[in-house]
């Protein structure tokens, strides 16, 4: 019972425990984010690496990202093959590595090949994390858990960008600290997973799935029932889980072959296109670029001030990704993404507005377009847009673009289908590293407008084609997606077509829970 466990199992069984370490693979990729962004404005990086042009410094960039979408495809075979903890802990020791050849880096293709290894860690990490979250969570708390990951990320983005603006300031012959220093600090998040992740539960639905059912029931029962085999919750959840396992098998299910049938191919296109959609955003720009487009703007004067404004994006980031960690089980997922993707939409207007009305020119022996803004008021409306967009990001598109995908899909193709939905990300994110370097040169302002539209245009599509899942198990989804997507789903009938399927008496259904499906339309 769960009077007699010991405080270590209590901790490494307290959900929010599990989900919150999970998500230290949030801050290795934040880590790396943050570092290249603030360490590609400095003098020493330039210098050391003989001033890398645009296409140079995005393929730079891209190389995480090209690794990323390498790790994110194929992960889904060992999340389903080896556990999602052993595929997380495995995605560790690679980043341990590629942190090692980053810091070691003698020229660009070294610091290529750290950057690649870095990203296949990455995605491997970014697909199984969100994955392992919604099925430890219950249903009231799962938006929540999962937003743990995103607010993570931004938390290592911040911490990397004001360690790389200390380690600045080196120079003589130590100078090449300013990017050595950050690049192998971003190998200590990877390592505390490594270590800990030991502790923690494997997945219940994973273990179910298996055909370890006592494992699973046991790890059920620590999460939502203080240890109680027999608690209401745990028996209804099992039986839940039991039930679309059978359902699955008798149906022959051909498991990843699924992804293919109507009903999950149309899920699959949804979950490809928030991630698609999150990376339109513009985000990208903000996050690799922000010390450039500064820097493009005249914002800041010199180097040092340069990214102090650009470390102060990175605040707005973490603080404002916690409003949606505390609401978005409330506030729900669809309005959620409407509403930011609209507010991203509006200050990406005036952004490129603000920009167009400024006085561009190409410096003295140099290629690249930088802009008189002409006035500090101007200035500062640039910069506070800037910062809005990114609050709107933080609050919206950054945690929903893991909470959605991860709890869309059926158990036998979950690991599959999230893996795909994330490597369209990472896919789209290679390609912006790319382009965006060479269109903020070539159409400028032209650039936000562009993201802009963007950002309406998915507004748009969520409003057309996206359910909301709020307060719905995993287990039930599949019913949701069978409703109009612009209607109120009713749960009593999601609760009791459930049950009829299971063949499980709708009475024993959770009651207890004090969540309400909301108008969504």
């Known amino acids: 019972m769960g009077s007699s466990r010991s405080w270590q199992t209590r901790v490494t069984t307290n959900v929010y425990a599990i989900g ?21 404005l400095t003098w020493q990086y330039r210098e050391y690496f003989n001033n890398p042009d645009d296409l140079l410094q995005g393929g730079i960039n891209g190389a995480l990202s090209a690794g990323c979408f390498i790790g994110a495809l194929f992960a889904g075979f060992p999340a389903d093959r080896y556990s999602r903890k052993y595929t997380l802990m495995g995605a560790s020791v690679l980043f341990v590595i590629g942190s090692i050849f980053q810091a070691a880096a003698n020229g660009v293709p070294l610091l290529c090949v750290g950057r690649v290894i870095n990203g296949i860690s990455v995605g491997i990490t970014s697909m199984v994390v969100p994955l392992y979250q919604s099925e430890i969570a219950p249903k009231e708390i799962r938006g929540r858990i999962v937003a743990v990951q995103q607010w993570s ?12 603006y200390g380690a600045q300031y080196s120079s003589g012959d130590s100078y090449t600290a300013a990017f050595r220093i950050p690049w192998a600090i971003q190998a200590v998040p990877a390592v505390l997973l490594l270590s800990g992740m030991w502790a923690f539960p494997f997945s219940p639905r994973w273990l179910a799935d298996k055909g370890r059912m006592d494992e699973a029931i046991q790890v059920l029962a620590d999460i939502h029932g203080d240890g109680d085999v027999n608690h209401e919750r745990v028996q209804l959840e099992i039986q839940e889980i039991q039930a679309v396992i ?9 498991r990843y072959a699924d992804i293919l049938k109507p009903q999950y191919a149309y899920r699959a296109s949804l979950g490809i296109c928030l991630q698609i959609w999150q990376q339109l955003t513009g985000m990208n720009i903000i996050m690799f670029y922000v010390v450039l487009l500064f820097e493009q703007a005249g914002i800041g004067g010199d180097q040092d001030a340069t990214l102090v404004s650009a470390g102060i994006n990175y605040v707005v980031n973490v603080v404002m990704t916690v409003p949606a960690i505390l609401w978005v089980d409330k506030w729900g997922r669809r309005n959620t993404m409407i509403f930011g993707a609209l507010s991203m939409s509006l200050f990406l207007w005036v952004v490129g507005g603000i920009m167009s009305q400024g006085t561009w020119y190409q410096a003295e022996g140099s290629e690249k377009w930088m802009m008189d803004i002409g006035s500090s008021s101007k200035a500062n409306g640039m910069v506070a847009c800037v910062y809005l967009f990114v609050a709107s990001f933080a609050t919206s598109w950054g945690p929903l673009g893991w909470i959605y995908p991860a709890e869309i899909f059926p158990l ?5 289908a999230v893996s795909l939905s994330t490597s369209a990300n990472w896919l789209f994110n290679w390609v912006l590293n790319f382009v965006v370097p060479m269109l903020m040169q070539r159409i400028r302002f032209g650039l936000y ?23 719905f198990t995993l287990e039930e989804m599949d019913i949701v997606f069978e409703q109009n997507p612009r209607k109120k789903v009713d749960r009593a009938y999601v609760e009791a077509e459930l049950a009829r399927r299971a063949g499980l008496s709708h009475d024993t259904k959770d009651t207890t829970s004090d969540e309400k499906t909301e108008n969504i339309v």
């Open 449 to 471: 407008m562009l993201f802009a539209g963007f950002n309406f245009l998915m507004a748009c599509h969520v409003f057309l084609a996206y359910p909301e899942t709020k307060g």
């Open 246 to 254: 059978k359902f699955d098998r008798e149906q022959a299910s051909h």
């Open 20 to 40: 919150s370490f999970a998500a230290l693979a949030g801050i290795m990729f934040g880590f790396d984010i943050g570092s290249n962004s603030g360490v590609i």
């Open 153 to 164: 990320i931004t938390w290592g983005i911040m911490l990397s960008f004001w360690i790389q």
């Open 412 to 416: 036998r193709i979950r690991a599959i």
